[in-house]
């Protein structure tokens, strides 16, 4: 079945220490353009994610955005000797100022730069890109069901309007025959009211009946329509990506309404027309949001 090119998808898992949320948005596009929004701590696994996203999306503007809280284990130094120096410092300054109590704490000394070293263990960068990535397979699931069921969606609408373009479809063919005959007797009146007494030359009626008969024929826009229509019933079922094919498709569809309106000088057939290429346009719209 069809997906549609929009859609979200969101998972939150902690995996060794790591609290990670992946979502993944998607909009319009006619290509794939795929942007990761991530702490620039983890920029390393940005292309892996990115070859993920290629692997699940064929098409779309897609934001990926990462959030990550770790937990791991840090270590907290203290450099001995500068903590000394600053309450020597500390004290000499004290005396400038004269018999005043006046007592050095940890906590002041803890404010100046490089008395306390936080350090953190190295992270293993193909550990932390498979988990960012294992999280972000759990977003694009979520994100490929919900486009789904959009597409579910869309490819109910378009088989409605290719229904609707095989109806017209029908009524052109039943009414194109209905013209020549009506053509046909137009003609003979009008010369015989011209020429009034002198017979009028039946074969001379029929030559020019054929030749309009040619000059509207629109059994091959007709027989196209129709296998156009059935090609994308066909696509509409299909798993893989179609949205193009059928945007190409489309427009010969509307060149083959195009042409026979165009050929038919028929105010029926002209209004039948009118609705068949209003279908066409609806459903040129709701392909552009197939992947």
Same mark, same amino acid.
């Given at each position: 079945m069809i997906k549609s090119m929009t859609g979200y998808g969101?998972?939150?898992?902690?995996? !060794?220490?790591?609290?990670? *949320?992946?979502?993944?948005? @998607? /909009?319009?596009?006619?290509?794939?353009?795929c942007t990761v929004k991530m702490p620039r701590v983890y920029i390393f696994a940005e292309d892996a994610m990115k070859k993920r996203v290629q692997q699940a999306v064929s098409r779309g503007k897609v934001d990926v955005f990462v959030s990550v809280e770790a937990a791991g284990a840090a270590q907290v130094t203290v450099n001995r000797e500068l903590a000394g120096?600053?309450?020597a410092a500390l004290n000499e300054l004290a005396e400038v100022c004269g018999p005043v109590a006046y007592r050095v704490t940890p906590d002041?000394?803890?404010?100046?730069?490089?008395?306390?070293?936080?350090?953190?263990?190295?992270? !293993?960068?193909?550990?932390? *890109?498979?988990?960012?990535? @294992? /999280?972000?397979?759990?977003?694009l699931e979520a994100f490929n069901a919900m486009r789904a069921v959009e597409g579910e969606k869309l490819a109910e609408d378009i088989g409605g309007r290719l229904t609707s373009i095989e109806t017209y479809t029908g009524q052109v063919e039943a009414r194109s025959p209905e013209t020549v005959a009506e053509y046909r007797a137009k003609l003979n009146a009008r010369m015989q009211e011209v020429l009034q007494s002198v017979s009028v030359d039946p074969q001379r009626i029929l030559m020019e009946a054929a030749i309009y008969a040619d000059k509207i024929a629109v059994d091959e826009e007709t027989v196209r329509l129709r296998s156009h229509v059935a090609q994308l019933r066909t696509m509409l079922e299909s798993s893989e990506p179609m949205g193009r094919k059928m945007d190409f498709l489309i427009q010969e569809v509307n060149r083959e309404s195009n042409t026979i309106g165009s050929k038919c000088n028929d105010v029926s057939i002209a209004q039948v027309v009118v609705n068949l290429k209003a279908e066409v346009e609806k459903m040129r719209e709701q392909v552009q949001n197939i992947e």
């Open positions: 969101r998972a939150r898992e902690t995996r !060794d220490g790591r609290d990670i *949320t992946v979502e993944v948005r @998607a /909009v319009n596009n006619r290509y794939l353009d120096q600053y309450a002041l000394l803890a404010r100046f730069p490089d008395v306390l070293t936080v350090t953190k263990a190295d992270d !293993d960068l193909e550990a932390v *890109t498979a988990d960012l990535c @294992a /999280v972000l397979d759990q977003a």
